[in-house]
């Protein structure tokens, strides 16, 4: 062969090497570049593996509370990730009053009530005691979602139960007034026969600290959403909302509002970041109320209740497709951060059954057989998210992705003796629209009242599709743009739902030996995934270390980098040398 052509070929190959050994550079790749020195904060509370410890709904035992979780599920739970931090469960007074027709079963179901509050206080951990239930005759009707009609009686009940918990047994409880009373479906009346029963409460409470100067947090409303009041109010007129009413209602009571809880479900990460005709999110609006109404501006603003959600009970993405609501985490979490958020709850620990055994909410982490004889249960992929969150450092860094992503995101952490990263790709289906939604509040009412209309002609899936031409729709600039911004990030999500995305991982000044490890959630498990490094490997870098990875859709990867512990045999051979040097006879005692 000509030594030109035998030239020609050789180059050939070694192009299609190098193109075989590295990934080719796409559409959509990221960079992600850390420096080790650079500046960290205290990793805030948001990040914790925090809980509902609800579940079941049905219980075969008798004496265990009806929808709190399966105690072999709270025993796994505190066996990888102990009670020191923050959860929540209902403290159900509709059947707690009526498990006294049998002494013994009352008996047994507040020793288990007891059990969890004594492990969880124990632990260091904080339990938010969600008051529900209005004991028969106490309501307007016969019903546990009645609002109280016996206001001295309800409060009396209701101070007998704080008094035992709190003051004679010193758990650490915070006291949540009801749950969704906004919804009628979890109690029947109306917003003020709410803040009356807030009212009752918070006088009990008031008394009790008066009489025993133990300090007894009370809060709530835990409402359905933050902007919501039982008149199906809106994000338009958010000064509507239970919220507000109750900020105020306190205040002019001298009543306690030590925190502000609601629910936040949705398929949306970044539903905290909603902007308000305030041109701020909700989180920012509610710290104004708080300071224009005399209370604390930092007081503690909590999503007690939150999942990935898409409207249906029972959901594919926290079931068969369980990695979707495992990805979904990750990122609600860094932007509940960014929005100003303090704690968060995610919602729950165990799937709910109806009486006859068939599942009418999929929500948990844990799904088990309501057939079996004795427990048999299994936990889902978003399990080993939390094991990721428990894994992060103790420090974290500021920085962020290039370019800035919609979908995909990092979370980076620091501690003594290691670095942990968390990469993330979630894609949200409902992009578009929950774009458009994001921004509703700040146009302007004739610009609602298009968007309205499109949505009533079913125009609006026709442009986030782009089968309509913006040009052809009447509308003011600004709502053409977050239009032409929803269709964007839909044809986005069109794409990387279905295809992997590359990115460049950098960390430099690392400086030192160390142990890497990889771990990964993706669709390849879903059910009872086993948490353990998928890659392991020694990594020397003087300079800096840098990997390309392939995220797939609705995956989280986890990168742990620990310092490498000193050679056992360098210290052997030292030993060695010293003992050389200086030898010792055998008749030496």
Same mark, same amino acid.
């Given at each position: 062969?000509?030594?030109?052509?035998?030239?020609?070929?050789?180059?050939?190959?070694?192009?299609?090497?190098?193109?075989?050994?590295?990934?080719?550079?796409?559409?959509?790749?990221?960079?992600?570049?850390?420096?080790?020195?650079?500046?960290?904060?205290?990793?805030?509370?948001?990040?914790?593996?925090?809980?509902?410890?609800?579940?079941?709904?049905?219980?075969?035992?008798?004496?265990?509370?009806?929808?709190?979780?399966?105690?072999?599920?709270?025993?796994?739970?505190?066996?990888?990730?102990?009670?020191?931090?923050?959860?929540?469960?209902?403290?159900?007074?509709?059947?707690?009053?009526?498990?006294?027709?049998?002494?013994e079963q009352q008996g047994a179901l507040l020793s288990n009530y007891d059990a969890i509050f004594k492990r969880i206080t124990d632990s260091g951990g904080v339990i938010i005691v969600d008051i529900f239930g209005m004991p028969a005759g106490l309501g307007k009707v016969l019903d546990k979602i009645s609002a109280p009609r016996n206001l001295k009686g309800f409060k009396e009940y209701v101070k007998g139960?704080?008094?035992?918990?709190?003051?004679?047994?010193?758990?650490?409880?915070?006291?949540?007034?009801?749950?969704?009373?906004?919804?009628?479906?979890?109690?029947?009346?109306?917003?003020?026969?709410?803040?009356?029963?807030?009212?009752?409460?918070?006088?009990?409470?008031?008394?009790?600290?008066?009489?025993?100067?133990?300090?007894?947090?009370?809060?709530?409303?835990?409402?359905?959403?933050?902007?919501?009041?039982?008149?199906?109010?809106?994000?338009?007129t958010p000064e509507k909302s239970l919220i507000y009413s109750l900020i105020k209602f306190c205040s002019r009571y001298r009543l306690p509002l030590d925190f502000i809880t609601w629910h936040g479900y949705s398929s949306d990460p970044q539903i905290e970041k909603e902007i308000t005709r305030y041109k701020k999110n909700g989180i920012a609006l509610i710290r104004e109320w708080l300071s224009y109404f005399?209370?604390?501006?930092?007081?503690?603003?909590?999503?007690?209740?939150?999942?990935?959600?898409?409207?249906?009970?029972?959901?594919?993405?926290?079931?068969?497709?369980?990695?979707?609501?495992?990805?979904?985490?990750?990122?609600?979490?860094?932007?509940?951060?960014?929005?100003?958020?303090?704690?968060?709850?995610?919602?729950?620990? =165990?799937?709910?059954?109806?009486?006859?055994? $068939?599942?009418? *909410?999929?929500?948990? %982490?844990?799904?088990?057989? #309501? /057939?079996?004889?004795?427990?048999?249960?299994?936990?889902?992929?978003?399990?080993?998210?939390?094991?990721?969150?428990?894994?992060?450092?103790?420090?974290?860094?500021?920085?962020?992705?290039?370019?800035?992503?919609?979908?995909?995101?990092?979370?980076?952490?620091?501690?003594?003796?290691?670095?942990?990263?968390?990469?993330?790709?979630?894609?949200?289906?409902?992009?578009?629209?929950?774009?458009?939604?994001?921004?509703?509040?700040?146009?302007?009412?004739?610009?609602?009242?298009?968007?309205?209309?499109?949505?009533?002609?079913?125009?609006?899936?026709?442009?986030?599709?782009? =089968?309509?031409?913006?040009?052809?729709?009447? $509308?003011?600039? *600004?709502?053409?743009? %977050?239009?032409?911004?929803? #269709? /964007?990030?839909?044809?986005?999500?069109?794409?990387?739902?279905?295809?992997?995305?590359?990115?460049?991982?950098?960390?430099?000044?690392?400086?030192?030996?160390?142990?890497?490890?990889?771990?990964?959630?993706?669709?390849?498990?879903?059910?009872?995934?086993?948490?353990?490094?998928?890659?392991?490997?020694?990594?020397?870098?003087?300079?800096?270390?840098?990997?390309?990875?392939?995220?797939?859709?609705?995956?989280?990867?986890?990168?742990?980098?620990?310092?490498?512990?000193?050679?056992?045999?360098?210290?052997?051979?030292?030993?060695?040398?010293?003992?050389?040097?200086?030898?010792?006879?055998?008749?030496?005692?």
């Open positions: 062969m000509h030594p030109a052509k035998i030239k020609i070929l050789i180059f050939i190959l070694l192009s299609c090497l190098l193109l075989w050994e590295v990934p080719s550079a796409q559409e959509g790749d990221l960079e992600f570049i850390l420096d080790a020195n650079s500046k960290t904060i205290p990793l805030p509370r948001i990040f914790r593996p925090n809980i509902d410890l609800s579940g079941r709904g049905v219980y075969l035992q008798s004496g265990w509370p009806k929808d709190l979780a399966a105690p072999e599920v709270l025993d796994i739970w505190q066996q990888d990730f102990g009670f020191n931090g923050i959860y929540r469960l209902q403290y159900n007074l509709w059947e707690i009053h009526e498990a006294a027709k049998t002494k139960a704080i008094r035992a918990l709190s003051c004679e047994k010193r758990y650490n409880i915070w006291y949540e007034a009801w749950n969704a009373p906004d919804r009628e479906d979890f109690f029947l009346g109306r917003k003020q026969e709410y803040l009356n029963l807030y009212r009752t409460i918070a006088e009990a409470v008031q008394e009790l600290r008066a009489e025993t100067k133990v300090h007894i947090p009370l809060g709530g409303p835990g409402s359905s959403s933050w902007f919501q009041s039982g008149d199906l109010n809106t994000i338009i005399h209370f604390e501006r930092n007081t503690p603003l909590i999503v007690d209740e939150w999942d990935c959600d898409d409207g249906i009970n029972v959901s594919p993405g926290r079931q068969e497709k369980a990695h979707i609501a495992a990805s979904f985490i990750p990122a609600r979490l860094k932007n509940m951060h960014e929005a100003g958020l303090d704690y968060q709850l995610y919602f729950c620990l =165990e799937d709910f059954h109806d009486q006859k055994g $068939a599942i009418a *909410k999929n929500s948990g %982490i844990f799904s088990f057989d #309501h /057939e079996a004889s004795k427990y048999k249960g299994n936990p889902r992929v978003i399990y080993n998210t939390f094991q990721m969150l428990n894994r992060l450092g103790s420090d974290l860094f500021a920085g962020a992705l290039k370019p800035e992503d919609e979908f995909a995101g990092v979370i980076s952490t620091k501690a003594q003796d290691y670095f942990a990263v968390i990469v993330y790709n979630y894609i949200d289906p409902n992009a578009g629209k929950n774009y458009i939604f994001r921004n509703i509040a700040g146009l302007s009412g004739g610009s609602r009242n298009i968007l309205l209309r499109l949505i009533k002609l079913n125009r609006l899936e026709k442009i986030l599709s782009g =089968e309509t031409d913006l040009a052809r729709v009447h $509308a003011d600039k *600004k709502l053409k743009a %977050i239009l032409k911004k929803a #269709h /964007e990030l839909n044809l986005q999500a069109r794409k990387f739902m279905v295809n992997p995305r590359n990115i460049k991982i950098v960390i430099r000044n690392l400086k030192e030996k160390y142990l890497y490890q990889r771990y990964k959630i993706d669709s390849s498990c879903v059910l009872d995934c086993k948490f353990f490094p998928l890659e392991e490997k020694e990594i020397d870098t003087p300079e800096s270390y840098q990997e390309i990875l392939a995220l797939n859709p609705y995956s989280v990867n986890m990168i742990i980098l620990k310092k490498k512990p000193p050679e056992p045999q360098v210290i052997a051979a030292a030993e060695e040398e010293k003992s050389a040097a200086h030898p010792v006879s055998n008749t030496t005692n």
